[in-house]
């Protein structure tokens, strides 16, 4: 994959269409265990990548799809996880926890059926999320605080993110979520790496920027 035409994370004018980072705040990853899901329908069930525990800055990118470039259509195009500050050298697909790669041709990552992609601690869901159906007690409640009223608020952070705080949460586990570019499909995940190995960043691409790297790849369940 070149990290020339690698858009995440990036500010900027490319392929014709201008690209805005937007900062999500923080995510709290102390288990090390980074999950990638849509959340309202998989949370606790997404695919699950190792990274070094801790909590890091997580932000969207934002690509301008108008004809006119004049701001008019946005789409996110990357959620994003910064492990650590550098300069992408090579971009791999993730193999999740408990899987082997994938075949070539082949790549895992998220089925989204409620156009929003999300990552968590996946340590922190069981814990932390209560018993019982949560969409009318968590996702939709009807009150300000809920996921979809935050997700919709642009006083909260960005219209179509959010970055929400679990119901049962003791020490700040949270989500972060972000509508998926065109909506529902499935979605690679892809890790970051400076020129000495390290890992960089983890990131659900939404396919907005109609990525050359995946050329003739298929997903993988």
């Known amino acids: 994959m070149n990290p020339d035409q690698f858009h995440a994370l990036r500010a900027g004018r490319f392929g014709g269409r201008e690209h ?15 999950e990638a899901s849509d959340p309202y329908v998989g ?7 190792a990274v070094p525990p801790g909590t890091y800055p ?3 990118t934002v690509v301008d799809v108008s004809d006119a470039q004049d701001g008019s259509h946005l789409r996110e195009s990357h959620l994003s996880v910064i492990v650590a500050e550098g300069t992408p050298a090579r971009i791999e697909f993730v193999v999740p926890e408990g899987r082997t790669p994938a075949p070539v041709g082949e790549y895992y990552g998220v089925g989204v059926d409620a156009g929003t992609v999300a990552f968590t601690d996946a340590a922190a869901v069981a814990r932390c999320m209560p018993d019982g159906d949560w969409y009318d007690a968590v996702f939709d409640t009807g009150h300000p ?9 642009a006083e909260h952070l960005v219209a ?5 705080v679990m119901p049962g949460a003791q020490n700040g586990e949270n989500v972060v979520l972000t509508h998926s570019g065109w909506g529902d499909g499935f979605y690679p995940v892809v ?6 190995g390290r890992l960089l960043g983890v990131h659900i691409d939404t396919l907005v920027d109609d990525p050359d790297y995946l050329g003739d790849q298929s997903p993988r369940d």
Request: negative net charge; hydrophobic residues 50%.
């Open 20 to 34: 805005t980072v937007v900062p999500l705040g923080e995510l709290h990853v102390p288990s090390g265990r980074l």
């Open 43 to 49: 949370l606790g069930e997404g695919l699950v990548v």
């Open 58 to 60: 997580v932000a969207v």
């Open 145 to 153: 605080d809920s996921w979809f009223a935050l997700m919709d608020s």
């Open 160 to 164: 179509g993110s959010a970055n929400i």
């Open 191 to 196: 890790a970051t790496y400076d020129d000495a």
